[in-house]
Structures are given as C-alpha cells and as structure tokens.
T-cell receptor, first 115, second 114 residues
C-alpha cells in the first residue's frame, strides 16, 4: 500500500463545468476525509465518511458539491457548475476509526483551477 | 469551539540558526495539539503531537514543541535549521485525541537562507 492516492493531480476547467476528483485511501482505513486548502490558508474541513456513511458535512460544502464513498473504499468529490471561487487544493485523508490527527494519512491533493 | 492562530505567516532564518514558529490555541476542553509540515507537491506529514502527557514534545527531524497552558501556546522550535526544513508548517487542534475533525491554523512558511 503506497498511501493515499488522489487523481488527478491538477485540473483546469472552465467556469460552469462539472469536475470530479477521486481519492483512494489506505485500504484498511475506514475513515476518509475531504479538506479544501486555498492559497495562504490552512486546510478547511469539508466532509468525512466512516465506511460508506457520510457522517458530517461542513457548511462550506454547498449544494453544488457532492461526495460519495459507495463501497467504503475509494471516494469521489464532484463539483457542479464550478465557480472561480472553487479554485483550491482539495485534500483527502484517511484514518482508522478512533484515531485522531496523528492517525491521519494525507494524499498529495488535487489542485483545481477554474478559469 | 476550537481554533488556532499562527502568529507569523512567513519566517526566514539562516541555515544553522534556531527556528521558532509560533502558535496560540483556543479550546473549551483540554485540547490535543499537533504540528504538520507540507513540502511542495507532497502530502501533509505529522511532525509531532501533544495529548496531555509530557508538555515538551519531541518530533521528527529534530523539531520540538512545548505546551504552555497558561499562555495557551504550542510553539514549534528547532535548534539548528537545515535547508531541507523549508516548507509550510501548520498548527492543528482537536478537542480530544480521537476527534474526527481537525482544525488547521493558516500556516507559516519557513524559508532557510544559505
């Protein structure tokens, strides 16, 4: 297992288009998290899953955003009708249930640029 | 509610000199505190953690941090900077050690001068 994998690494899209990102967590990890990091800021929590259940969503996650983890393994994050304000690095992390921040493994992120 | 404030957005030091990255926290509970490092094009990596045991915490690559409850601080230090330490550093707080959601500070970019 090579850690948390995110694809694509970079995505440039035109405003109004839909985009989808994928995260493959560490296989035995049952928790998966999505964070968003804008320039000059720390990562901000978006949502997290325990197995296939989405347990919490941030108010940052507008109705244009949807995340899924259909089989409790990989996850996708879709943004519909992208806006320039969606430009950011989208980070995925995974952990075992009951572990705190020291149990997180982060991926390298997907950098989205909306033009 | 929990929050962290990183007091410096950018710190520049000469190679071989001490590093100090400052972090203040706010928490309604006895918090768990962490420092993460982010190198360009790499994932966030845990440097060290404080979870109510020893107040002086040692991490990887020679970094240390001291939890001071009276000052609500958790500053990161290293006696001698190395060029490879150049990166973005984040202070992180959670309300308890196994919290599902972690809260990041805004980050401090550390530059090392030759």
């Amino acid at each position: 297992d090579t850690g948390v994998s995110q694809n694509p690494r970079h995505k440039i899209t035109k405003r109004g288009q839909n985009v989808t990102f994928r995260c493959d967590p560490i296989s035995e990890h049952n928790r998966l998290y999505w964070y968003r990091q804008t320039l000059g800021q720390g990562p901000e929590f978006l949502t997290y899953f325990q197995n296939e259940a989405q347990l919490e969503k941030s108010r940052l996650l507008s109705d244009r955003f949807s995340a899924e983890r259909p089989k409790g393994s990989f996850s996708t994050l879709e943004i519909q009708r992208t806006e320039q304000g969606d430009s950011a690095m989208y980070l995925c992390a995974s952990s075992l249930m009951g572990q705190g921040a020291d149990g997180y493994t982060f991926g390298s992120g997907t950098r989205l640029t909306v033009v | 509610a929990q929050s962290v404030t990183q007091l410096d957005s950018h710190v520049s030091v000469s190679e071989g000199t001490p590093v100090l990255l400052r972090c203040n926290y706010s928490s309604s509970y006895s918090p768990s505190l962490f420092w993460y490092v982010q190198h360009p094009n790499k994932g966030l990596q845990l440097l060290l953690k404080y979870t109510s045991a020893a107040t002086l915490v040692k991490g990887i690559n020679g970094f240390e941090a001291e939890f001071k409850k009276s000052e609500t601080s958790f500053h990161l230090t290293k006696p001698s900077a190395h060029m490879s330490d150049a990166a973005e550093y984040f202070c992180v707080v959670t309300p308890y050690s196994s919290a599902s959601k972690i809260i990041f500070g805004s980050g401090t970019r550390l530059s090392i001068r030759p």
